[in-house]
């Protein structure tokens, strides 16, 4: 069998980020060719029904090995990585014994993981941890989710006398551009009820997600010579400027915890002539997130009544919701992944998520998934990091969820 750290630094070295400015699924090629050995790996460990369809999105399955009819799991990850930095190159560092101090990931570069900032990894003093070099980030979120689940299944392979109804997996592309749920055919996927693994250290369980809206905000100007432009030019930078002015600075995800929602701008380009910002927008609470949209088109308004009609124009778009009202009527599914980690001696850690899953389309699509940790630490960037027994322990949980699924 392959060690569930083997198979996840093996995974992060394909790189897959995936790309926003492209409309194609999946959005970059390196998530078709990591697809395709995903497919070629499940059928060696002896999984069945392994399909790659022409959208990226791979589905396998453990037959039952029950004589009931038990509910059929769904397990879930995603294959591409965030466009936030680099995957390219991806070259994992094995911190042997961690002696819970700062990590230089990069002497040369001066990348050092201070534990002022980053006190959580503390706690994982003793313990072989795995990181960047400082230079990418590592594709925890979600390679180190695809390795449990794989290593878990090929272990249930391996032990027939663990008892198991049928699993489904599904893997998908995009989940960090928001469109990991697109194309999923949840009728072909066929489980009665899924858990995404996906981030989160040891115990943490999700069922609650963000309500989520994109936001693009475009600026038009009247780009004049500036020796000339007094009662002509409208910068248009400026204007967009004035714009991100008007949302409140309390609540910017830097200054929010929690519950607490936000708006969020992470792209400008802009000239005199034109500008574009891009946001996301944020809240847990479904009215205060409808609310958070009106603040985006109200200070619309008022800039183009400044300004002249036409001078900004806002596109937005829902992008899902909180999956807690999905998730609520049938809350024993959590209940039971929270009983498998309370048996491994896991204390569960029911948070929030700030941010979002594959887990809060599916469940408005009608496949209740809620979240499972990884292990992963620091998603997204170069500080990234995943203790060993992290990755171990959580496919000691989806094994034991397996098994009790066909229990209960």
Known sequence: MTSV???????????TKSDRNVETCPSSPGQFVFARKLVEELKQIGLQDVSLDENCYVMATLPSNVDKQVPVLGLIAHMDTSPDMSGENVNPQIISNYDGGNIVLNKELGVVLDVEFFPEVKKYAGQELITTDGTTLLGADDKAGLAEIVTAMEYLISH???KHGKIRLGFTPDEEIGRGADLFDVAKFGADYAYTIDGGEVGELEYETFNAASALVKIKGKNVHPGVAKN???NSILVGMEFNA???????PEFTAGVEGFCHVYTIEGTVEETKMEYIIRDHNRSTFEHRKDLFKKAGEF???QYGEGTVTIHMKDQYYNMREKIEPVFHIVE??????KSLGIVPIMVPVRGGTDGSRLSFMGLPCPNIFTGGLFGH?????VPTRSLEKSVEVILKVCQMV???
């Open 5 to 15: 750290k083997e198979r996840f630094i093996r995974y992060v070295q394909i790189e």
């Open 381 to 385: 960037g170069k500080y990234e990091c």
């Open 303 to 305: 800039l183009n009544a």
């Open 336 to 341: 039971l992944v929270s009983e498998a980690m």
């Open 232 to 234: 002509k030019m409208i």
């Open 246 to 252: 008007m949302l409140p600075i309390n609540e910017r």
């Open 160 to 162: 027939p006398e663990i």
């Open 406 to 408: 066909a229990e209960k």
